[in-house]
T-cell receptor, first 111, second 111 residues
Framework: TQLLEQSPQFLSIQEGENLTVYCNSSSVFSSLQWYRQEPGEGPVLLVTVVTGGEVKKLKRLTFQFGDARKDSSLHITAAQPGDTGLYLC???????????FGQGTTLQVKP | NAGVTQTPKFQVLKTGQSMTLQCAQDMNHNSMYWYRQDPGMGLRLIYYSASEGTTDKGEVPNGYNVSRLNKREFSLRLESAAPSQTSVYFCASQDPNQPQHFGDGTRLSIL
């Protein structure tokens, strides 16, 4: 069974701090996606990484796909209260092609 | 600009009651999905429908049934609700090789 493990599960920081969220697996994924979910809403896709070693930037967010395509990270520079939310990584299962989700990282950024 | 619409947004049931969660999408997507989200467990796939007229089990199908009524609508039915089915339920739709679009969820409590 393919699993995606996210760490940390909870993160509470002050505005302006940097942070990194990790998404790890013992299995190879063809791609990984990162979603952000706000309270009372569904997840919204932030980015998809496809190539091992790939780095994608979305304003203050930097996403990296591991060289072996078994892990990914999300780094936020100078976090703002608007970054508060649940961050989920997900990847297609090799057998079914259906998305497998990590358990999520809840981020709280205090002003 | 509705996207994926789920009804109801909230529901409280007693053990043993039945109910149907409704989902409709206006993006002409072929694939539709039902997930449940529980604290610390990310999203888990209950059922999916690759196209109108087809449905398949996901990771956690027990206790649920689905109907793909037409291309727009995909409903999830609980025949005899159990407390273990207390969760937030998300519907999503997708075109091949495109991101999934999620509704805002149905918060279901079973007493």
């Amino acid at each position: 069974t393919q699993l995606l493990e996210q760490s940390p599960q909870f993160l509470s920081i002050q505005e302006g701090e940097n942070l990194t969220v990790y998404c790890n697996s013992s299995s190879v994924f063809s791609s990984l996606q990162w979603y952000r979910q706000e309270p009372g809403e569904g997840p919204v896709l932030l980015v998809t990484v496809v190539t091992g070693g790939e780095v994608k930037k979305l304003k203050r967010l930097t996403f990296q796909f591991g060289d072996a395509r078994k892990d990914s990270s999300l780094h936020i520079t100078a976090a703002q209260p608007g970054d508060t939310g649940l961050y989920l990584c997900a990847g297609p299962g090799s057998n079914t092609g259906k998305l497998i989700f990590g358990q999520g990282t809840t981020l709280q950024v205090k002003p | 600009n509705a996207g994926v619409t789920q009804t109801p947004k909230f529901q409280v049931l007693k053990t043993g009651q039945s109910m149907t969660l409704q989902c409709a999408q206006d993006m002409n997507h072929n694939s539709m999905y039902w997930y449940r989200q529980d604290p610390g467990m990310g999203l888990r796939l209950i059922y999916y429908s690759a196209s109108e007229g087809t449905t398949d089990k996901g990771e956690v199908p027990n206790g649920y049934n689905v109907s793909r009524l037409n291309k727009r609508e995909f409903s999830l039915r609980l025949e005899s609700a159990a407390p273990s089915q207390t969760s937030v339920y998300f519907c999503a739709s997708q075109d091949p090789n495109q991101p999934q679009h999620f509704g805002d969820g149905t918060r279901l409590s079973i007493l």
